[in-house]
């Protein structure tokens, strides 16, 4: 069974400033993948940003990347020159790399709004 | 190319009500997933489909909740006897399933409402 747990249900950064989101998890599988998804208020879940577990290196998509903690079990994503287009709810998902479901595991969302 | 679309985009519908949601997966894509988010929740897992193989169904809450994929392509979550506690989101995801848990490409959910 995996958890995910995002501790900051709500956020708030200025126009181009940077914002960090947090995110826990606990899986028992040594191979995994982690993900953030963007939720805007379209409702359309988009992928911000993915990363493989057996790669060390973090992942960064543009103005977003992601400090991957594996001891730690923590995967934060930063958002840099932050958006007003950035405004959305954001989750955090684990997913098996093994087995033959590859369902993802989401935590609650954090709503990020980005102010002018 | 087309993503994953679904149908209706809201539904309202009285309690005990059975109800029907589709799911067109983008075309080629082979695994097929329904999630459901509840207010102030993040998503929750309902049903898997992977080609022809036997869909795995541990995230149902009851046995009023069903779905099917006819020919690995469009899928049906149906949901009888609605209760209150079913108004949700009803999420439908796809993946080209070629190995590992790829990215899943998600649309625009059905928004549902039991009176």
């Known amino acids: 069974a995996q958890t995910v747990t995002q501790s900051q249900p709500e956020m708030s950064v200025q126009e181009a400033e940077t914002v960090t989101l947090s995110c826990t998890y606990d899986?028992?599988?040594?191979?995994?993948?982690l993900f953030w998804y963007k939720q805007p208020p379209s409702r359309q879940m988009i992928l911000v940003i993915r990363?493989?577990?057996?790669?060390?290196q973090n992942a960064t998509e543009n103005r977003f990347s992601v400090n991957f903690q594996k001891a730690a079990k923590s995967f934060s994503l930063k958002i840099s020159d932050s958006q007003l287009g950035d405004t959305a709810m954001y989750f955090c998902?684990?997913?098996?790399?093994?087995?033959?479901?590859?369902?993802?595991?989401f935590g609650k969302g954090t709503l990020l709004t980005v102010n002018p | 190319g087309a993503g994953v679309s679904q149908s209706p985009s809201n539904k309202v519908t009285e309690k005990g009500k059975d109800v029907e949601l589709r799911c067109d997966p983008i075309?080629?894509?082979?695994?097929l997933y329904w999630y459901r988010q509840s207010l102030g929740q993040g998503l929750e897992f309902l049903i898997y489909?992977?080609?022809?193989?036997?869909?795995?169904k541990s995230g149902l809450p009851s046995d009023r909740f069903s779905a099917e994929r006819t020919g690995g392509s469009v899928s049906t979550l149906t949901i009888q006897r609605t209760q209150q506690e079913d108004s949700a989101v009803y999420l439908c995801?796809?993946?080209?399933?070629?190995?590992?848990?790829?990215?899943?490409?998600f649309g625009p959910g059905t928004r549902l409402l039991v009176l």
């Open positions: 489909f992977q080609g022809n193989s036997a869909p795995d």
């Open positions: 998902a684990c997913g098996n790399s093994g087995g033959s479901n590859y369902k993802l595991t």
């Open positions: 995801a796809s993946s080209p399933r070629t190995s590992g848990p790829e990215t899943q490409y």
């Open positions: 990363q493989e577990a057996y790669k060390q």
């Open positions: 075309s080629g894509h082979t695994a």
């Open positions: 899986t028992s599988e040594n191979n995994y993948y």
